[in-house]
């Protein structure tokens, strides 16, 4: 193992620890979501993937949103955990993504930056000194660095150092304080799962999101390496992750663009990185960071990642597609609903098309 392995698996675990507080936000838990990381560094040293799975904010946006409670967030994602296993082994995914097409795929992506844009302005407004200066903070440390994981980790400290600073002074001023606060139960407790057409329309939204998610953020990841993704296994890891996480209640797990992807051991930093997670959110080590930062310092790095890198890489590959119409629909409908409906919409609109020969 090479120095560089072990500072890239760092470096990701240091973006991956403020989404798990996102994660928490939403009513999903911790504790079970080291059994998903678990899982995730097991299958990706078996099968010797260079793609590591993590929390992801857009499939925690996304499941968040789309659930009214935690029953239906988790019941969400479990569902959706075991039908990407299933497309996983069918192999079908290939036949998916030629259906979907690449204007809807790039579309629907658009559409989620949007997401996390308005969920960023909703974070801030749950502590405003806090959540005002992660913005100020995470925006030019991104613009001059051009690197997440430095937006996240600065924007993140120094918003929860002033969250803590105005806290003081409220104290001081005989005024009620906010604290960091996290509505999660943290226990191995196997979850009743319910079925509604709620949660069978979050399902597919998430399916739907977590196609597109391994095809881009894979493909780049194991660009980095110099490798191809092998989209079969990479779906079957993060659906059995996500699966045997939210089983418990913890939280969805999927690919994203990881740093350990440039290192010289990709397989091995990205299995370091799942393994360090694991250890660091099964312990108390987590529980005593999610005291102490409060979720409004993610929204920094959360408007960052929607507004300067997820909508403008997708939003422009979307109008050079081959039907910007189909694409501008997909984007739109995505971002007012859900990922699954933009996708609908897309095909709807594009058979139209079709039909009358525009």
């Given at each position: 193992m ?31 979501s ?30 968040g949103?789309?659930g ?13 955990g ?5 497309l996983g ?62 937006a996240?980790?600065f ?31 943290e ?16 399902a597919?939204?998430?399916i ?7 095809i ?22 993060g659906?059995l ?20 992807g ?31 930062v ?18 403008p890489?997708?939003?422009?590959l979307?109008?050079?597609?081959e039907?910007p ?6 984007t ?7 990922p ?10 594009r058979a ?5 020969g525009l």
């Amino acid at each position: 193992m090479d120095l560089k392995d072990i500072l890239a698996a760092l470096g990701v675990l240091l973006d991956s620890l403020p989404q798990g507080l996102l994660a928490m936000s939403f009513g999903f838990a911790a504790l079970p979501s080291a059994i998903g990381f678990g899982i995730g560094a097991i299958f990706s040293l078996l099968w010797q993937l260079p793609t590591p799975i993590s929390f992801q904010a857009e499939t925690t946006i996304a499941a968040g949103g789309l659930g009214r409670n935690v029953q239906e967030r988790i019941s969400i994602i479990v569902f959706a955990g075991i039908a990407m296993v299933i497309l996983g082994i069918t192999g079908t995914i290939e036949a998916i993504v030629n259906f979907i097409g690449t204007d809807i795929l790039y579309g629907m992506l658009a559409g989620v930056g949007i997401i996390l844009v308005k969920a960023s302005i909703d974070l801030l407004k749950t502590n405003l000194p806090g959540g005002i200066t992660s913005f100020a903070v995470a925006i030019p440390v991104y613009l001059l660095t051009e690197s997440l994981i430095y937006a996240c980790v600065f924007s993140v400290i120094v918003g929860t150092v002033i969250y803590h600073i105005y806290n003081y002074i409220q104290k001081n001023r005989g005024k009620e304080i906010e604290l960091a606060s996290y509505d999660t139960v943290e226990k191995f407790k196997l979850v009743k799962l319910l079925t509604n057409f709620r949660i069978v329309r979050g399902a597919l939204a998430i399916i739907t999101l977590q196609i597109g998610g391994n095809i881009t953020y894979g493909t780049i990841t194991a660009g980095m390496s110099g490798s191809t993704v092998d989209l079969d296994k990479l779906s079957i890891v993060g659906g059995l992750a996500t699966t045997a996480s939210g089983m418990f209640g913890g939280a969805p797990l999927a690919s994203i663009i990881s740093a350990t992807g440039e290192s010289p051991n990709p397989v091995t930093s990205g299995v370091l990185l799942m393994a360090l997670a694991a250890i660091i959110i099964g312990s108390t080590l987590f529980y005593k960071f999610g005291k102490l930062v409060p979720v409004s310092a993610v929204g920094g790095f959360l408007f960052v990642l929607g507004a300067t890198v997820v909508f403008p890489t997708y939003g422009v590959l979307a109008m050079d597609a081959e039907n910007p119409v189909v694409s501008g629909v997909t984007t739109v409908v995505t971002a007012v609903t859900d990922p699954f409906l933009g996708m609908v919409a897309g095909v709807l609109v594009r058979a139209f098309l079709a039909i009358f020969g525009l």
